[in-house]
């Protein structure tokens, strides 16, 4: 039998560094889903009854009002007795706030901005940039119904409601035009959230602050502090997530939070 | 693929070429006696197979192998971490990477021993990453403590690291056959050794995301940038380098168990002395405000100022950098040195043999590393490395 001791050899020599080479290990899974960030103002405001003035032009009147005279009058809701002087309670405001929304892509240490699915920048306050507080949040959109009041003459009251000082239709009372609320620009009745797209691992930084009460519409009652809070909400995939930091501002003058979240 | 596993494997390809390799010449069948007038003599045995007959002037053997150590003891702790409020360290390995051995032997003629060269080379470059951003779970276990962590608590949310570890190992021995029988040969050695290690170390602590109340309008100029207050990383670097040379002495064995296999094994002790050096350096930071940059904000007045504070006291405040370093060199220090083997060899051609065995290579007290102790004393560690995996080689001999 001829000697195959060599061969064995270096066949044991090869399968050996074989071994050496081989490498099971399995690469990441990258997963990607659409982060939706949504900011919020309240304030303790005061509440108003609201109603649409027609008018009975009939002559004689029949007790059937038929013109809207376009006005609308509001006071303030009458206070329960017993009860505090006035009636208040926290509502949504529209308030114009400044932000910067970036992210930390996994694996590094270094922030970037993020730019939304549309293609909107995601920040307000880079060096030189123009207009900070061009963000608004929306109007306070609460407003239940209210019996009518009793007519006076041929003025009626009718279509009443119970609106905050947030509510537009209390703003248009008032004359006081405070713009369209809007995301960085993106307007809320558009797309009520700022999404942009995150992968596994990567984390999302928020920074919003309010504007100053001296930079803002003079709808609210500064008499007493009406303790304006900004907040942030954040969603993964449509759910909603607990953000590390905080994602509330104090009632402080132009206060603002840094709140961030990881994305598993 | 772990060094456990690839023993099985060598032991698995011995256990299936051995028993081939018995049934190798069939035996010879003993001829029927007859009544002839005379026997032929038997034929002379066969020659076990040997190396090529020395030269006038000698011969030369030319060895060359490939190894894929593990490097043991010579973990570098870099941080502490928490998980689920159980502590444990983060510790900076290394890879298993190919290595190459070579050994030059020079045989005296008329068999009067040799003269062996034999060179190793290590070198281990790794590096370490641990984000969790927004949790701060990571101890910064390595650095000085003063001003560590953005909260002042010595406490990041994320460390990198890079860890170069290198070792040398150079012997020049006489060595000489100290004995030959059929069932083994021992040879022994003696001569000179050079020992040399360095070790670097860097690490980075981070604070990647502390959520500190945002510097952005209206509290900072338009032209401000909105990370202007980004807490500045604390950072590590250690180093240590040792080198010496003294004597060493070695005992090799063959086993011969069949023609041309054989079990080897072999053991080297090496004494050496040397000198260090080492270095060791912190940097951290703290917050102060413009007009007293001396002062160090404590995290709560820092975090009063940012969420509170005026357009100019925001301004004002600012990062100072503190740096707490130490260096050294020692005094002569004695460090030692192991190589154990066993494995197996197959001479595969006249002069040509093919080897595999498990090495394990140890280094004692090669250099230290020193670290300043608030207090002013000095913490030394003295630093150990080895290195074990299994060998595969060829020599030449001609």
């Known amino acids: ?98 932000l910067r929304i970036s992210v930390i892509r996994k694996g590094t240490t270094t922030e970037e901005v993020v730019v939304s699915e549309s293609g909107l920048f995601g920040s307000s306050v880079e060096p030189g940039d123009p207009n900070p507080f061009i963000s608004m949040t929306e109007f306070d959109p609460t407003s239940p119904a209210l019996p009518d009041r009793p007519h006076a003459d041929d003025i009626y009251f009718l279509n009443g409601k119970t609106v905050s000082l947030g509510n537009p239709t209390y703003l248009t009372f008032a004359g006081i035009d405070v713009g369209t609320p809007n995301i960085l620009s993106q307007p809320l009745t558009v797309a009520p959230t ?71 | 693929m772990s060094v456990k596993t690839s023993w099985l494997a060598l032991l698995c390809g011995i256990a299936l070429a051995l028993p081939v390799a018995a049934q190798d010449e069939p035996v010879p069948q003993a001829p029927p006696p007859e009544e002839t007038p005379a026997a032929p003599a038997p034929a002379p045995a066969k020659p ?10 000698g011969g030369w053997t030319v060895s060359v192998a490939g190894w894929n150590p593990t490097l043991v003891g010579a973990e570098e702790e870099v941080a502490l971490t928490s998980t689920a409020g159980v502590g444990h360290p983060l510790f900076q390995d290394s890879d298993a990477r190919i290595r190459e051995t070579l050994r030059l032997v020079y045989h005296l003629p008329k068999d009067n021993g040799s003269i062996v060269g034999q060179y190793d080379g290590m070198y281990n470059d790794d590096s370490l990453q641990y984000f969790s951003p927004g949790q701060f779970q990571v101890v910064e276990s390595r650095a ?3 001003f560590l962590g953005v909260f ?40 000179y050794r050079e020992v040399s290690h360095q070790r670097t170390l860097g690490i980075t602590y981070f604070a990647i995301v502390p959520n500190l109340p945002p510097t952005i309008r209206p509290v900072v100029e338009g032209n401000t940038d909105p990370l202007r207050l980004a807490p500045l990383p604390d950072g590590v670097t250690q180093e240590a380098k040792f080198t010496g040379h003294g004597l060493g002495a070695s005992f090799e064995v063959e086993f011969p168990v069949h023609r041309i296999v054989s079990i080897v094994s072999g053991l080297s002790v090496g004494l050496v002395r040397g000198k260090s050096t080492n270095a060791f350096s912190t940097t951290s930071s703290y917050y102060a405000q413009s007009n007293t940059p001396n002062t160090p904000l404590t995290f709560d007045e820092l975090t009063a100022i940012l969420s509170n504070g005026t357009i100019t006291e925001i301004a004002s405040v600012d990062q100072q950098v503190v740096v707490a370093a130490l260096s050294t060199t020692s005094q002569s220090q004695f460090a030692e040195s192991y190589d154990i083997y066993v494995g197996v060899q197959v001479l595969a051609y006249k002069g040509v043999r093919v080897f595999a065995t498990v090495r394990d290579l140890s280094y004692r007290n090669v250099g230290e590393y020193v670290v300043p102790r608030p207090d002013g004393s000095t913490e030394t560690t003295s630093l150990d490395a080895g290195y074990e995996g299994y060998t595969v080689g060829v020599s030449w001999r001609f």
């Open chain 2, 144 to 146: 000085f403590p003063q």
């Open chain 1, 194 to 264: 700022f999404d942009f797209t995150v992968n596994t691992g990567d984390t999302i930084v928020i920074r919003a602050r309010k504007q100053p009460f001296v930079d803002a519409p003079p709808f609210l009652h500064f008499d007493q502090d009406p303790e304006v809070t900004l907040e942030a909400a954040l969603a993964i995939g449509g759910t909603p997530v607990v953000m590390a930091g905080t994602s509330v501002s104090s009632i402080d003058d132009a206060s603002g939070f840094s709140s961030s979240f990881t994305v598993p």
């Open chain 2, 48 to 57: 076990r197979a040997s190396d090529p007959e020395l030269h006038r002037w």
């Open chain 1, 1 to 98: 039998m001829r000697n195959a001791w060599p061969t064995y050899a270096v066949v044991l020599v090869a399968a050996v560094l074989v071994a050496v080479g081989c490498d099971s290990t399995q690469p990441d899974r990258i997963q990607s889903r659409t982060a939706s960030v949504s900011l919020r103002t309240t304030a303790k405001v005061d509440l108003y009854d609201c109603f649409e003035v027609w008018q009975d032009t009939s002559n004689p009147q029949d007790g059937v009002p038929d013109v809207n005279t376009g006005f609308v009058t509001c006071e303030p809701t009458p206070p329960p007795i017993p009860g505090p002087p006035v009636v208040k309670a926290i509502r949504s405001i529209p308030w114009r706030y400044s």
């Open chain 2, 152 to 191: 002042d608590n010595g406490t990041a949310d994320g460390v990198e690291s890079q860890a170069l570890r290198r070792s040398r190992d150079f012997r020049l021995e006489y060595q000489r056959k100290a004995f030959d029988s059929k069932w083994a040969r021992g040879t022994w050695g003696a001569g």
